[in-house]
Every structure is written in structure tokens, then in C-alpha cells.
T-cell receptor, first 111, second 113 residues
Framework: GIQVEQSPPDLILQEGANSTLRCNFS?????LQWFHQNPWGQLINLFY???GTKQNGRLSATTVATERYSLLYISSSQTTDSGVYFC?????????????FGTGTRLTIIP | KAGVTQTPRYLIKTRGQQVTLSCSPI?????VSWYQQTPGQGLQFLFE???????NKGNFPGRFSGRQFSNSRSEMNVSTLELGDSALYLC????????????FGPGTRLTVT
């Protein structure tokens, strides 16, 4: 099945720093989403971005579907950005469509 | 518009018991999916319901089942609980099944002792 890999697995930054999170997938996909899981476990939908670039405040994302990767940019990090960031793609496996998550990047922002 | 709600938020059960979790989707969303999150296995898809029918299923044993009601609310049931079923169970709703753009609830944290 499709593999979804995220890098780096862990990232520790000072408040105010910028960061880039990467998501690689092993097969072509027609949708991709980025989520932020806060320390309480809530998954927040950040972007639905099957291709192209989107921006929302300090966050932006770019997906290059032909090269099978997506990037999430966080600028001017704040402590509230801490948590785990997941990318997820829909895969078809044994006749079932399912959202498959990457292994995540744990981001820690230090004040 | 209210988000996805899940009840209960926390649950402690004993091995061998059964449990039922509830999920209310965002108003107007008719697709509801369930996921299990554990430290060892990460986030794994359980099943998806749309118009009261299971449309997709992940690789979980038959002890895990679900259903959806006419108002799109969904329940999942786990019978004969095992210690390994301890996890965060997340429900997500989606307006458009073609895109699978999903919005998640806060989760139910289940502990099996």
C-alpha cells in the first residue's frame, strides 16, 4: 500500500522561528490534508491541499502532486503551535477508501 | 456552526466488557468516519458511514462495529474489550465524500484495565 512519511519526526524551536515540515507519499494521490493535533488530542484541520499552494495566516502549504510531496510552512512560531502535525491522504485498499495518516512531526516551541 | 461532538470524553472499562461511543457530526455532514489512535500504531481508520450504510472498512476485527442513524449521528461499539483496545477514538465528519475533507471531534479516551 501507499506509504506516507513525514520529516523530521521531532522539531524543537524557539518562539518566533520559522519551520518547514515535509510529507512524502509513495504513490499518486488526488487529495492531501494537513492536521494539527494539540496536546489535548484534538485534531484540527489546517489545509485540504491536493495540489498547489494555500495560505492561512502564519501557515501555508504547498503540494507538488507530480513529485509526491507536500510542505507545511509555519512562520513566526508561537507556543500554541506546539503539538503533532499530520499529513493524510486517501488511499484505495482492498476496495475500501480510507484516510491514511503519516507518522507525524512533533513540534515543540520554547518560549 | 457547532463542531463534531463525541461522548463520553473519557471511559474506563474492564477487559471482557463492551463499550459504545457516540459521535454527532457537523450539521449537514452525512459522512462519519471513525479512527483509533495508539502510541504504537498511530492513527488507523476503522470505518466510514454514509446515509446509514457502512461504505468503507479498515483492518480491524469484527469486535469493532458501528452504525449510523437517520440524523447522521453515529455510534461505534467494541465488544469483549482487550487491553490493547485502550486508545483515543476519534470521529470525523465530512460534507463531501469525493474529497474526504474531514473535521474531527475531540475524541473519546478509552482505558481498558
Amino acid at each position: 500500500g501507499i506509504q506516507v512519511e513525514q520529516s523530521p519526526p521531532d522539531l524543537i524551536l524557539q518562539e518566533g522561528a520559522n519551520s518547514t515540515l515535509r510529507c512524502n507519499f509513495s504513490d499518486s494521490v488526488n487529495n492531501l490534508q494537513w492536521f494539527h493535533q494539540n496536546p489535548w488530542g484534538q485534531l484540527i484541520n489546517l489545509f485540504y491541499i491536493p495540489s498547489g499552494t494555500k495560505q492561512n495566516g502564519r501557515l501555508s502549504a504547498t503540494t507538488v502532486a507530480t513529485e509526491r510531496y507536500s510542505l507545511l510552512y509555519i512562520s513566526s512560531s508561537q507556543t500554541t503551535d506546539s503539538g503533532v502535525y499530520f499529513c493524510a491522504v486517501v488511499v484505495l485498499e482492498f476496495g475500501n477508501e480510507k484516510l491514511t495518516f503519516g507518522t507525524g512531526t512533533r513540534l515543540t516551541i520554547i518560549p | 456552526k457547532a463542531g463534531v461532538t463525541q461522548t463520553p470524553r473519557y471511559l474506563i472499562k474492564t477487559r471482557g466488557q463492551q463499550v459504545t461511543l457516540s459521535c454527532s457530526p457537523i450539521s449537514g455532514h452525512r459522512s462519519v468516519s471513525w479512527y483509533q489512535q495508539t502510541p504504537g500504531q498511530g492513527l488507523q481508520f476503522l470505518f466510514e458511514y454514509f446515509s446509514e450504510t457502512q461504505r468503507n472498512k479498515g483492518n480491524f476485527p469484527g469486535r469493532f462495529s458501528g452504525r449510523q442513524f437517520s440524523n447522521s449521528r453515529s455510534e461505534m461499539n467494541v465488544s469483549t474489550l482487550e487491553l490493547g483496545d485502550s486508545a483515543l477514538y476519534l470521529c470525523a465528519s465530512s460534507l463531501d465524500r469525493r474529497t474526504y475533507e474531514q473535521y474531527f471531534g475531540p475524541g473519546t479516551r478509552l482505558t481498558v484495565t
